[in-house]
């Protein structure tokens, strides 16, 4: 593994790259919301650095409309500045290492990770938090399945990571599948020409995933598998 730091899946509406048939030459994983169950985690952490950083906190009742929003859209609304990001980024990372005890990965995923790579599939891991917080919440056991980990990427840097790995990996367009919980994960896939899987237990609402037409959105871990491994 190398590390750097730089119910039934629904398939939904027309493919929007070639080669989307359920045969990858790397699937790759976004971390927070889509492997490990943070959200909750990141909404106190919020409320905690607000003070500090010079914006508001959300509130409980506004948790259902935060969900429909893009990450962009989110930072807007809470008054974070563009200047103010990386800062309040860093201090998320930092924050969240110092307590990542309190950070699981979503019950299924163990078993997901281990039986796509029994079946010879590549997997990777695309993700803004820090690979040392990552390695920890998937233990050395799990860390170790994953050949390649893109970890501490900008808000927009989602994009060229997945293009740098299709590059890599001399994929063609539609044969890398990134699969997230975010609307940006779906923009960040169709810019890099990659096939989309959305998750329905993360951050961003299903609904506002499925507007963007996935190419697959999955309601539970089980339906990756089925769909990666249909033979299996």
Not at 162 to 183: K, N, T, W
């Amino acid at each position: 593994m190398t590390s750097s730091s730089q119910h039934d899946a629904t398939p939904t509406g027309s493919p929007r790259c070639g080669g989307v048939d359920g045969s990858f030459g790397l699937v790759a994983f976004d971390f927070d919301g889509t492997l490990a169950d943070s959200y909750g985690w990141l909404v106190g952490a919020l409320n905690r650095l607000a003070p500090r950083h010079g914006f508001r906190a959300p509130s409980p009742a506004e948790e259902p409309k935060l969900r429909q929003l893009s990450a962009a859209a989110i930072l807007r609304r809470l008054g974070i500045a563009w200047w103010k990001r990386p800062r309040v980024a860093r201090a998320l990372r930092q924050l969240m290492a110092r307590e990542i005890d309190q950070i699981r990965l979503f019950p299924g995923i163990p078993s997901l990770v281990q039986s796509l790579r029994a079946h010879g599939l590549r997997l990777a891991i695309v993700s803004s938090n820090a690979p040392e917080n990552i390695a920890s919440v998937l233990g050395e056991c799990h860390f170790g399945l994953f050949e390649r980990v893109e970890a501490g990427l900008s808000l927009g840097g989602k994009a060229t990571s997945l293009r740098a790995l299709r590059r890599r990996y001399r994929l063609a367009p539609g044969q890398l599948l990134y699969i997230g919980d975010e609307v940006r994960d779906l923009e960040a896939a169709r810019a890099a020409k990659a096939a989309s899987g959305a998750v329905a237990w993360g951050y961003n609402h299903p609904d506002a995933l499925r507007a963007l037409q996935p190419d697959f959105l999955f309601e539970c871990p089980e339906d990756i598998a089925r769909v990666l491994t249909p033979h299996g």
